[in-house]
């Protein structure tokens, strides 16, 4: 069972960028597809970015051409660049397999985009 750690939230202004990092328990993890999810107050967690094995990316409409996520298998990461940063995207981003089954969900990151 693979266990996540992400970081890298915070608060930032609309128009600013954000990296967000997640490490995984268990080198097993690059067997499978990763993405990164949020959730909004009141929302219910949506996918924002998914990346699989062989690197093929997909990502919500909401955030296309502003994120990009990518993964580093030697060093059991994913990422997530968040540039153009809206306040829509306040939420807690979470990092988990980008297929079910889901691992157990960490924490999380807050990330709050505000003036």
């Known amino acids: 069972q693979v266990q996540f750690v992400e970081s890298g939230g915070g608060l930032v202004q609309p128009g600013g960028s954000l990296k967000l990092s997640c490490a995984a328990s268990?080198?097993?993890?690059?067997?499978?597809?990763m993405g990164w999810y949020r959730q909004a107050p009141g929302k219910q967690r949506e996918s924002v970015a998914t990346?699989?094995?062989?690197?093929?990316?997909n990502y919500a409409d909401s955030v296309k051409g502003r994120f990009t996520i990518s993964r580093d298998n030697a060093k059991n990461m994913v990422y997530l660049q968040m540039n153009s940063l809206k306040p829509e995207d306040t939420a807690v981003y979470y990092c988990?397999?980008?297929?079910?089954?889901?691992?157990?969900w960490g924490q999380g990151t807050q990330v709050t985009v505000s003036s």
């Open positions: 988990n397999r980008g297929i079910r089954p889901y691992d157990y």
């Open positions: 268990a080198s097993i993890f690059s067997f499978f597809a």
């Open positions: 990346i699989t094995t062989a690197g093929t990316t």
